[in-house]
């Protein structure tokens, strides 16, 4: 006769809104409970109940912070509430993503976090939860010698897509040293850096099956210092090009013969990541007063000139290295940069025009 012994389990029950209120730092008084529940609960059952959430809490953080390891879990917290438990974790608020890349994200960025709460009316305790959790997945990240950072974000913390690269982008961010600490760079806010390193992740990139620690494609980077070789007469001639598409008199000349130079510029230092918003600004700056929609068209126009039959013919030989993939590479990151970057600036401006007539 065979004997066999067995164990039953139920499932894991979590309280969105009392987790909510455990990750902000938010302490739940006895006196709160009399007051909310009044003569419909006994007020000592409850405060126990959210007494059992917070333990539960404090199991699962272990999890959390290497998610893993839920799959230990399986049985008793389902794929639903693990993702629930995962977003709610992880999210952080913009602003504080923004603030803290403006001051560089390392453990010296926790004596600041009560400087950073206060300016940013965000609780201490969840400034520091964020905090914490950028310096987590940035520490497991950049171990990784294969892999995209939003892919690899995902298998490691079971993000899903739009956090995961949200956090690719600090990682992004932090590990290349890009500055966005400068004065006039403060007008971009994290939904505009998110938007610009997803596009430099995107078209910038080395092969998901190379090996090495650096997720940029350095040869291609180095290929486009050739464009320096680009001489003003060339520069001329394409703006001439590009000044036939428009049938009006919208876009300066000076102003598109000063674009493209911009644009070849960006491209010559685009090696140097670390300036890559300083060098979109270096376009901006000579198209302040275009208006947005026209600033788009003719930096749709530069897009679309063929490499092989507008810039190579008027080319140098020493950019006999720059392919046509490449200079698609190039512009294809570039473009929707300049637009989202020139139209925050547009607006930007404006608000700040219309504050001082006031």
Same mark, same amino acid.
């Given at each position: 006769?065979?004997i066999?012994?067995?164990?039953?389990?139920?499932?894991?029950t979590?309280?969105s809104?009392?987790?909510?209120?455990?990750?902000?730092?938010?302490v739940?008084?006895?006196?709160?409970i009399?007051? #909310?529940?009044?003569d419909?609960f006994d007020h000592? +059952?409850? $405060?126990?109940? =959210? *007494?059992?959430?917070?333990?539960?809490?404090? !199991?699962?953080?272990?999890f959390l912070?290497?998610?893993?390891?839920?799959?230990?879990?399986q049985?008793?917290?389902?794929?639903?509430t693990?993702?629930?438990?995962?977003?709610?974790?992880?999210?952080f608020?913009?602003a504080?993503?923004?603030?803290?890349?403006?001051r560089?994200?390392?453990?010296?960025?926790?004596?600041?976090i009560e400087?950073?709460?206060?300016?940013?009316?965000?609780?201490?305790?969840?400034?520091?939860?964020f905090?914490?959790?950028?310096?987590?997945?940035?520490?497991?990240?950049?171990?990784?010698?294969k892999g995209?950072?939003?892919s690899n974000?995902?298998f490691?913390?079971?993000?899903?897509?739009?956090? #995961?690269?949200?956090y690719?982008s600090?990682?992004f +961010?932090? $590990?290349y040293? =890009? *500055?966005?600490?400068?004065?006039?760079?403060? !007008?971009?806010n994290f939904?505009?850096?998110?938007?610009?390193?997803?596009?430099?992740?995107?078209?910038?990139?080395?092969?998901?099956?190379d090996d090495g620690?650096d997720f940029l494609?350095?040869?291609?980077?180095?290929?486009?210092q050739?464009?320096?070789?680009?001489?003003?007469?060339?520069?001329?001639?394409?703006s001439?090009?590009?000044?036939?598409?428009?049938?009006?008199d919208s876009?300066?000349?000076?102003?598109?013969?000063?674009?493209?130079?911009?644009?070849v510029?960006?491209?010559v230092?685009a090696?140097?990541?670390?300036?890559?918003?300083?060098?979109?600004?270096?376009?901006?700056?000579?198209?302040?007063t275009?208006?947005?929609t026209?600033?788009a068209?003719?930096v749709?126009?530069?897009?679309?000139?063929?490499?092989s039959?507008?810039?190579?013919?008027?080319?140098?030989?020493?950019?006999?290295?720059?392919?046509?993939?490449?200079?698609?590479?190039?512009?294809?990151?570039y473009?929707p940069?300049l637009?989202?970057?020139?139209s925050?600036a547009?607006?930007?401006?404006?608000?700040?025009?219309a504050?001082?007539?006031?």
């Amino acid at each position: 006769m065979e004997i066999w012994s067995g164990s039953c389990c139920t499932d894991v029950t979590v309280d969105s809104s009392i987790f909510d209120a455990w990750l902000n730092g938010n302490v739940v008084e006895d006196d709160g409970i009399k007051e #909310a529940t009044g003569d419909l609960f006994d007020h000592h +059952v409850v $405060l126990s109940e =959210i *007494d059992e959430q917070i333990n539960l809490y404090r !199991f699962l953080k272990a999890f959390l912070e290497q998610p893993r390891h839920f799959s230990r879990l399986q049985y008793q917290i389902d794929s639903r509430t693990r993702d629930e438990l995962i977003a709610a974790y992880y999210y952080f608020n913009p602003a504080f993503a923004r603030e803290a890349l403006n001051r560089r994200i390392s453990s010296k960025l926790r004596k600041e976090i009560e400087d950073v709460s206060e300016k940013l009316n965000i609780p201490h305790i969840a400034c520091l939860r964020f905090l914490d959790n950028f310096r987590l997945v940035i520490g497991r990240i950049e171990d990784c010698e294969k892999g995209d950072l939003t892919s690899n974000i995902k298998f490691y913390f079971l993000m899903k897509d739009d956090l #995961a690269k949200a956090y690719a982008s600090v990682v992004f +961010v932090t $590990l290349y040293k =890009i *500055d966005l600490s400068k004065r006039r760079i403060q !007008f971009l806010n994290f939904s505009d850096v998110n938007f610009c390193t997803s596009n430099i992740m995107t078209h910038w990139s080395r092969s998901i099956t190379d090996d090495g620690g650096d997720f940029l494609d350095r040869d291609f980077l180095s290929r486009l210092q050739e464009l320096k070789s680009f001489d003003s007469e060339s520069v001329i001639s394409i703006s001439e090009i590009i000044q036939k598409k428009f049938d009006d008199d919208s876009v300066d000349k000076d102003v598109l013969k000063n674009l493209l130079k911009e644009i070849v510029f960006g491209g010559v230092h685009a090696k140097d990541i670390k300036e890559f918003f300083l060098n979109i600004l270096r376009v901006i700056d000579v198209a302040t007063t275009v208006k947005p929609t026209t600033f788009a068209s003719v930096v749709n126009a530069v897009t679309e000139l063929s490499w092989s039959e507008v810039w190579c013919p008027r080319a140098s030989k020493e950019m006999a290295r720059v392919t046509a993939r490449d200079w698609t590479r190039f512009i294809e990151c570039y473009r929707p940069c300049l637009i989202r970057v020139h139209s925050r600036a547009y607006e930007t401006s404006g608000q700040a025009s219309a504050m001082a007539s006031r």
